[in-house]
């Protein structure tokens, strides 16, 4: 479509042309686009309509390829526009919500199902999807009676393999309920996006496996050479600007590494958006004399990112990191010297990627501009504190994301960047399993957020962070002021839950039930507060627990299908109390071993009975036995 014919549309439709001084910037850089993009987004085409019609009619699509090389901005900017009116999710990631305390996060809720989940409701306040499965998600916020298909995106999909898990085996959890989710109602249609280094982990979990077929699988190449001349050209007709004959053959020649048919989309925005922001003051079309210097502007890119990566990694030791990378450039080592965040950083940064065989590599065509670059030339961007501790935790550098916390509470002047420092420092503490200094940190953050206006439900998630951690550590009145003070603030259901267990740790069965009756009545997440009310009725009302158990089937936890069993089993149900019985392993809590103790107990078998009450009561798990609950597990034991 030519320059003409495009002001004529715009003109018909009654839409006016961006100018060139208009503010609007036709690349993004190595930003990724957005779904607002589509409009500058060019050179995909056939791949976007490919990678449409395959998520459209399959339950599992992968879409795969290196690192960089565009795959979220063809979902966002080439895919959802041709969606239209299908009940399309928004982008779903595992980065954990960034207005969370990581403390909030209830113990039976997968750290990575959690986060994808928020990230798929983002209007959402995230407290009330904790204690939901991802099969519970879709059915209680999405379900269609007319049966229609929910067509979700799991963006990023290697930090699964990569982001901080709980358990060494944290990311098999959420392929497990992926795949329950997709066995499932309302139809599930998931797009996966994943770097190609990770794939693998990916095809080998049996449950996603079943719903793979060799028709799941696309990936992403860099461009070739004419979808390269249209990503250059067609984005500044927007601005009514155009290239002269011949110069984006020569800017997309010049991008060429070594004589290769393909482009790396990175390196042609950052060449594009300099020539842009070379030439955004003319309004004639750009020409040979405006063509900036390729080399130079990825070696300033080298330079600048190797030079910020230092800074945050390597205290600023530029040459240190430079000697480090020169081998990998010159000698081909694999990077093994290179230490993982250092190589994790540059892959990010767009400096490295990981090729064949798992070996880390620069692409070919920033070789030249890196080995004749002079470091030091490119003045970094000032730290961003906060992005660089929230990339740490994300990533399970807890030390390194506390020292960086440390930094920014002393260069942090008072207001809403000191408190969301402290509430950083809180979640590298309670990571860190330092209870007590993430209690303060909250504490301050709670404090400062509540001199702001509008803040009630921010100071009420510290409030309940801190009571969770009280109930984890056994100090459960002290646990019940704060929850109490966090509920007057801002009575969300997944609150009131969490004191009604508070309150049910000491005994005050009658009270608890009081507040999920409250977190039922507000109608917000009603599957986790019936499930909880029928846990803690189980053992003293078990005809209302079962009741309660069976309006939020199929039983996804293993503390629900406990409590279930034993309720079936003082109910008389002994053989169906059995048989539902949750599979055990190392990880299980001390309540759930108990419950499954007890249906032993009623089972006849007591050496096994006994032998469970002593795992429960050596449970190393963060919330222990609660006092009248220790006395049960010593009766089995003894008999």
């Known amino acids: 479509m030519t320059n003409d014919v495009l002001v004529r549309l715009h003109l018909r439709a009654g839409v006016a042309m961006p100018s060139s001084g208009s503010g609007f910037e036709p690349y993004v850089g190595l930003s990724a686009y957005r779904r607002e993009d589509a409009t500058r987004f060019f050179g995909r085409e056939a791949e976007a309509a490919a990678l449409a019609h395959l998520w459209r009619n399959h339950r599992v699509t992968i879409l795969h390829g290196p690192s960089g090389v565009g795959k979220t901005s063809l979902v966002t900017a080439g895919v959802l526009p041709l969606l239209a009116g299908s009940d399309v999710l928004p982008l779903g990631s595992v980065r954990r919500p960034s207005v969370l305390p ?8 997968d750290p990575h199902a959690f986060a994808l989940m928020s990230s798929w409701s983002p209007h959402e306040h995230p407290l009330r999807l904790s204690g939901l499965t991802i099969s519970t998600y879709l059915r209680w916020h999405h379900w269609n009676p007319d049966g229609g298909t929910v067509m979700a995106v799991f963006d990023h999909a290697e930090e699964l393999f990569t982001a901080h898990r709980r358990h060494p085996d944290g990311h098999i959890h959420l392929l497990d309920q992926l795949s329950d989710a997709l066995s499932g109602d309302p139809p599930l249609h998931l797009l996966i996006v994943i770097a190609d280094e990770h794939l693998e982990p990916l095809q080998r979990h049996e449950g996603m496996r079943t719903h793979m077929t060799s028709e799941s699988f696309i990936r992403l190449e860099p461009f070739a050479v004419d979808a390269a001349l249209e990503a250059c050209r067609r984005p500044l007709v927007s601005c009514g600007r155009d290239l002269a004959p011949g110069v984006a053959e020569k800017l997309v020649d010049e991008l060429r590494a070594d004589r290769s048919t393909t482009v790396e989309p990175a390196h042609l925005q950052l060449v594009c958006e300099a020539l842009w922001k070379s030439t955004n003051e003319k309004d004639t079309p750009i020409g040979d004399a405006d063509l900036v210097d390729v080399d130079k502007v990825l070696a300033d890119h080298c330079d600048r990112t190797i030079q910020e990566v230092a800074r945050d990694l390597l205290d600023g030791d530029v040459d240190q990191l ?86 920014a509470l002393r260069n942090s002047a008072d207001g809403r960047s000191r408190a969301r420092a402290e509430s950083l420092a809180g979640d590298a503490a309670y990571l860190l399993d330092d ?132 309720a079936l089993a003082l109910s008389g149900d002994v053989v169906a109390a059995v048989r539902a019985l949750p599979r055990l392993d190392a990880d299980s809590d001390a309540t759930t071993l108990l419950r499954t103790a007890r249906v032993m107990k009623k089972a006849g078998q ?22 009248r609950l220790t006395a049960q597990a010593e009766l089995l034991i003894a008999t």
């Open 322 to 407: 430079v000697a480090l990378l020169r081998p990998i450039v010159t000698n081909g080592t694999d990077g093994e010297d290179l230490p993982p965040r250092v190589a994790q950083a540059l892959t990010r940064g767009r400096i490295l990627r990981r090729g064949e065989k798992g070996r880390y590599e620069m692409p070919a065509r920033l070789v030249g501009p890196f080995l004749s670059t002079s470091f030091g030339r490119q003045q970094p961007e000032p730290p961003n504190h906060v992005s660089t501790i929230e990339a740490a935790l994300q990533r399970g550098w807890f030390e390194f994301a506390a020292k960086q916390a440390e930094r």
């Open 606 to 627: 007591d050496l096994e009975a006994a032998r469970l009450a002593r795992r429960a009561q050596q449970s190393a798990s963060r919330k222990p036995l609660p006092p």
């Open 435 to 566: 209870f007590d200094g993430a209690i303060a940190h909250y504490r301050e953050a709670a404090m400062m957020y509540a001199t702001m206006r509008g803040t009630d439900r921010i100071v009420a998630t510290f409030l309940a962070a801190i009571g969770r951690i009280l109930v984890d550590q056994g100090a459960y009145q002290e646990a019940i002021r704060e929850l109490r003070a966090a509920v007057k603030r801002s009575p969300e259901p997944v609150i009131l839950t969490e004191l009604a267990w508070a309150l049910w740790y000491i005994g005050h069965e009658s009270g608890a039930v009081d507040m999920l009756d409250a977190a039922l009545r507000s109608g917000n997440n009603p599957a986790e507060a019936l499930r909880v009310r029928g846990e803690i009725l189980s053992d003293i009302a078990p005809q209302s627990a079962l009741r309660d158990l069976d309006r939020v089937r199929p039983h996804e936890l293993a503390s629900t299908r406990a409590a279930y069993a034993l």
């Open 102 to 109: 990581a403390a909030a996060i209830l113990d039976d809720s």
